[in-house]
DNA sequence: CGTTAAGAAAGTGCATGCAATCGCGGTGCC
DNA sequence: GGCACCGCGATTGCATGCACTTTCTTAACG
């Protein structure tokens, strides 16, 4: 009846949208403000209007997506104020998990971290942008997963998931790679030693430094 | 066709499910582990099964109730030790209400805190433990608000939604409304004097307090 | 008597269909 | 010429139906 896609599919198809959708908007191939029309959605997926439309539904829960009865959904459009809001979450969220896992990262997780920490100077030297972000990526995830937390955790990757958008570019812009290696090493030495206050300023200035290198991006509204 | 319930209607019917379902789970009404079965939900409100599957969607992604694939969905059952990270989230996040509050809160706020947070002494006096938990629940939404910071306050509620079944039961412990009473001061004397880093310690015990004394209830797993 | 396998019942997953609502274009009226 | 109203197309909202998965039952075999 469907496509190939049955063949590989690990969940329901409802749970495949909202993947492949999230996706869209995550990368940004789907642009704050998008229509999502059901019939298309469905077809360009080829699915039925049903899946589809449950997964619209969980996005509007997950913010990603607005919503208004019997007017469709739309990619969110997040106004400045509350993008800045966003970051600011995101300092505080990662500034927390900084400060935890100073405290609570076991020693494999600490070498773990200092380990991939020291092989990304390599890319920093290469200048590879697009490896450094998949290992930027893991970065923050190690942190987020040594605050042993799981509910900050939670809410932290919901944050990044929700700020990925507008933070996508920012590593094109000149010196930001050095300036953010430079910045993650603050992180990593004072979690190595266990220095829970400074992790936490220092994460908080990374993402400060992240959310204006962000901003030229934004643009206004 | 369908009863009175679509004369009040403000939303769509997804959106109705979806608010009397949480505000059953939230409420206690649903207890953790509760199998919710399509068409039992939906036969009692009287609406088809698609808008009951939509709303468990809905619940699913937003963390309060489990469903796994084809075999139906369940109140979402917290394991002790993540039970006690988001009481610990909900700590940090409520010192990052209250030391923003401390910070950011219009002179208006300010008045409007102190004078319920006033009130509310009669209430402790006459034991009145309903009206207090309503007051309660009050007083913390105006720290959220006064942090002036959307998403923070979003992260707060939503936690909070979450952490309701397990808090809900705590005032009735001897002494507690007394002792709620003196930590919420302790909040509203350094908020009023813009003390941030007082704000956010004595949120952060508040909460701690609270979780200890929900503990009593949750149970081991 | 315990274990396991086959079948039936129950319940979920998705597709389709119809009704209701929104938006838009045209027409009539002021 | 501008504004309001009406009707049509497009799209969403919900109900129903069927297929598939899971699970409980029951019976046969070891």
Redesign the interface.
Known sequence: MASDRKLIRT??T??HM?RAIADEIITGRLKPGDRLDEVSLAERYGVSR?PV??AL???????LVDRR?NRGATVKVIAQ??LA??F??MA?LEA?CARLSAERMTAAERAALEAEHFASTKLVRENAESDYEAYNVRFHSRLYEGAH????Q??TLM?RSRLAPFRRAQFRLGGRLARSWEEHDAIVTAILRADATSAATAARAHVASVSTASAVFAGPH
């Open positions: 969940g329901t409802v749970d909202v049903t439309r449950d539904g969980q996005l509007s829960a997950m913010s009865p104020d509350h809001s966003m600011e979450s505080e927390i937390s799981k509910h900050i939670e809410l944050t």
